[in-house]
């Protein structure tokens, strides 16, 4: 087909992106308006702020909002499961089967009790710690063998007082450094996908 015709009409060829060039970045949370500013929704957060960063928006697919964009030719593709918090694998494995992405090209932002507000911690496996997103995950993929990005929001709170702590909203002093947070989350998304998962974790572990 002569270039004319092929601009014309369009190629019937569909685009093949290479495996190790496509990447999914699942924040997790709960979805509706009484979950937003909570503490256990810092992987939405997270992720929205890099969709603002990138300038795309958000679509409502099968079990979740995803956006798209581009890292120096990377296709990345952002996840909020809206399978709610206990059910996070679900979503994530069906757009790991979809998009055919490569388990190590796998970043999951979580909020992460043991860490002080803000502290950065990226992994490339663990134990889901108790968390019941991550339990979910693992379960779905049948390995703990997954990156894992772990935004600290600290254990300020009492016995038996953790439920209401991580579904609570954020105080005033986390809200002012947030947008900082949210500035070097972004920058821990953009390593991960452009310098790998070792050099991430070498340059913002412990910022």
Not at 109 to 137: A, C, E, M, P, Q
Not at 162 to 191: H, T
Request: charged residues 25%; proline residues 2%.
């Amino acid at each position: 087909m002569s270039t004319f015709f092929s601009n014309l009409f369009g190629s019937s060829k569909k685009e093949i992106v290479d495996p190790m060039k496509k990447f999914l970045i699942v924040g997790l949370g709960n979805i509706g308006p009484k979950y937003t500013e909570t503490r256990h929704n810092i992987g939405f957060k997270v992720v929205d702020a890099y969709a603002e960063l990138k300038e795309t928006s958000w679509t409502t697919e099968k079990l979740g909002d995803v956006a798209y964009t581009k890292v120096k030719g990377k296709t990345v593709i952002l996840l909020k499961p809206n399978t709610y918090m206990n059910l996070s694998g679900k979503s994530v494995n069906f757009w790991m089967q979809k998009e055919k992405i490569n388990l190590e090209n796998l970043l999951v932002i979580t909020d992460d009790l043991n860490l002080d507000f803000g502290t950065i911690r990226v992994k490339t496996k663990g134990s889901d710690g108790g968390h019941n997103g991550l339990k979910d995950i693992q379960n779905q993929l049948l390995t703990s063998n997954y990156n894992r990005f772990r935004f600290g929001i600290g254990d300020r709170f009492s016995k038996g007082r953790q439920v209401d702590y991580v579904l609570g909203e954020w105080v005033k002093e986390e809200q002012l450094d947030m947008p900082e947070r949210l500035d070097m989350s972004c920058k821990v998304i953009e390593s991960f996908i452009a310098s790998g998962i070792t050099n991430t974790m070498n340059e913002y572990n412990g910022k």
